[in-house]
């Protein structure tokens, strides 16, 4: 389990292709501390496991359904990479809940300064967009972040200085394929609801669940 926030930004050193998947070595400082072979790193948002290390890099395996999902398969040496260690029990639940199980990809369609904050418009398909709510979170390159609106084909996000400043998402270019994750406790309820009514539309709507808190 992640929270979305960024540790560091890590840079790709190679990127070993396989016919089962990928391995990427990736360059990092923070997110060594404290990390063994075996344990979870979040890369871009994608939950990874640590299959090598080294005193200034890690190695992680990206098996083929990762590649297709995800915008790890456009990796390249000297690529930068959003990274998180998985949360400690005793640690401080400063974003959300992101399981670094990525759902699909976004399209960034535009920018624009808006006081200090930029707003990021994303588009996404109905699968993501029919997983998330005004006001609520979503992981996009595994940053925590909060859904301003939602529209018919695209969602806008806020990006603060600082995050701007710790990641990448406002130095990458219109048209940058990002990952999304939306919020795993929207998931639960979406295939709730859809067992209990096998046979007939819901009356819970979206508008439903925004007023009652979800």
């Known amino acids: 389990m992640f929270t979305g926030i960024i540790e560091e930004l890590g840079t790709i050193q190679s990127v ?3 016919k089962e998947g990928s391995n990427l070595e990736i360059a990092a400082k923070t997110v060594l501390e404290g990390t063994q072979l075996g344990d979870s790193i979040a890369v871009n948002g994608a939950c990874l496991t640590v299959t090598a290390l080294k005193k200034d890099r890690f190695v992680a395996f990206v098996m083929a359904e990762s590649l297709r999902r995800t915008n790890l398969v ?3 040496q000297g690529s930068k990479v959003h990274l998180e260690r998985a949360m400690a029990a005793n640690g401080r639940f400063g974003g959300h809940m992101v399981t670094g199980h990525i759902d699909g990809q976004g399209i960034l369609l535009s920018r624009k300064n808006e006081g200090a904050a930029v707003v990021c418009t994303i588009g996404a398909d109905e699968t993501i967009l029919s997983g998330i709510v005004e006001k609520g ?7 925590s972040l ?7 084909d695209s969602f806008r996000v806020g990006i603060i200085p600082h995050t701007g400043s710790h990641t990448t998402l406002l130095h990458r270019p219109i048209g940058y394929q990002c990952n999304l994750e939306t919020d795993v406790i929207g998931k639960y309820i979406q295939k709730f609801l859809a067992k209990s009514t096998p046979n007939k539309k819901s009356n819970i709507t979206m ?3 925004r007023e009652n808190g979800f």
Request: proline share 0%.
């Open 74 to 76: 456009d990796l390249k």
């Open 146 to 152: 909060t859904i301003m609106d939602v529209g018919t």
């Open 207 to 209: 508008d439903f669940l």
């Open 137 to 143: 979170s979503i992981a996009i390159d595994g940053i």
């Open 16 to 18: 070993s292709l396989t």
